[in-house]
């Protein structure tokens, strides 16, 4: 798996709000109405990420939820595995 260069994951990151660019990882921090949501969108987000074979670096605090995904396979860069993984989190959040 190819990493993708910081243009691209930009060009990406314009289709995904609330979605940034740092540190060889997109991220982002998702806040729901209390820990419930949060457990819910989490389980949704868990399944999805098996199915996909990519799994989140992930921390839960109460109702907040940060999100962080790069590419063990790659050297821990961003590939589109992150950004595919990222659109399905998205629709677990809506």
């Known amino acids: 798996m190819e990493p993708l260069t910081p243009e691209q994951i930009k060009k990406e990151l314009n289709n995904l709000q609330g ?3 740092d ?3 997109i991220h982002k921090e998702f ?4 820990f419930k949501e949060a457990l819910s ?3 949704k987000v868990g ?3 098996e ?4 799994h989140p670096e992930w921390f839960n605090v109460y109702n907040k939820v940060s999100v962080s995904l ?3 396979d ?3 860069k961003v590939t589109s595995k992150d950004i595919e993984l990222a659109r399905a989190i998205e629709k677990a959040a809506s």
């Open 70 to 72: 790069s590419t063990h």
């Open 41 to 43: 969108f989490m389980v």
């Open 51 to 54: 199915s996909q074979a990519h």
């Open 19 to 21: 979605w940034t660019f």
């Open 23 to 25: 540190d060889d990882k």
């Open 31 to 34: 806040t729901f109405a209390n």
């Open 74 to 76: 790659a050297g821990g």
């Open 47 to 49: 399944f999805e990420a």
